[in-house]
């Protein structure tokens, strides 16, 4: 099965709400990263973390230190422009280096 | 400007050619991957590369292969394409070691006719 199960996959808001997105991992991963992918194609880096929390600005994302099997994404006050496809990933304790991905949600924010 | 830096944005060939492309790191990084994104835009590892290891995704097919001059290229060489090759490949990089950041370029758009 995949290692990495993003949830939801789909995710319609009205601006000025707040959601979630979370990942769960089937093992436990050394970091995770979180991307938001735009309408050109472009991965662009929300957060990276190895533990904790991180915020910037209406984002903020988590990570479980302890069994290392989880991570959310956290969106305030969502905007128009927050629309597009998040995507979380994470490494392997094994250290591979290599990102294993979530299937993506496509978050689309309403007027 | 540092980034990571791809070419050609989209390339459409047919089934049976050979094509190749390139990437580019600005950011002093010593790793850098190559990643498939399919249709239903999910991202698989391919290849991961530093200038002592390459470890290589067990699906990737053996027409696939990475070619590096040194630690900021790694270009993707597709030696007899395939229909199910028609993919976006993004070209990714960052320290080695532990807890690396990884950035990634905005891309190849492969269309195999």
């Known amino acids: 099965g995949d290692q990495v199960e993003q949830s939801p996959s789909a995710l319609s808001l009205h601006e000025g709400t707040d959601s979630a997105l979370r990942c769960n991992f089937t093992?436990?991963?050394?970091?995770v990263q979180w991307f938001r992918q735009n309408s050109r194609g472009s991965l662009i880096s929300l957060f990276y973390?190895?533990?904790?929390t991180k915020e910037n600005g209406r984002l903020k994302s988590a990570f479980d230190s302890k069994e290392r099997r989880y991570s959310t994404l956290h969106i305030r006050d969502a905007q128009l422009e927050d629309s597009g496809t998040y995507f979380c990933?994470?490494?392997?304790?094994?250290?591979?280096?290599?990102?294993?991905f979530g299937s993506g949600t496509q978050l689309t924010v309403m007027p | 400007e540092t980034a990571v830096f791809q070419t050609p944005n989209y390339h459409v060939t047919q089934v049976g050619n050979e094509v190749s492309f390139n990437c580019k790191q600005t950011?002093?990084?010593?790793?850098m991957y190559w990643y498939k994104q399919d249709s239903k835009k999910l991202l698989k590892i391919m290849f991961s590369?530093?200038?002592?290891?390459?470890?290589v995704n067990e699906t990737v097919p053996r027409r696939f292969s990475p070619q590096s001059s040194d630690k900021a290229h790694l270009n993707l060489r597709i030696k007899s394409v395939e229909p199910e090759d028609s993919a976006v490949y993004l070209c990714?990089?960052?320290?080695?070691?532990?807890?690396?950041?990884?950035?990634f370029g905005p891309g190849t758009r492969l269309t195999v006719l």
């Open positions: 990714a990089s960052s320290h080695r070691g532990n807890y690396a950041e990884q950035f």
């Open positions: 093992t436990t991963m050394r970091s």
């Open positions: 973390l190895a533990s904790g």
């Open positions: 990933a994470a490494e392997e304790s094994s250290g591979s280096w290599q990102l294993i």
């Open positions: 950011l002093g990084h010593d790793t």
């Open positions: 590369y530093n200038n002592k290891q390459l470890i």
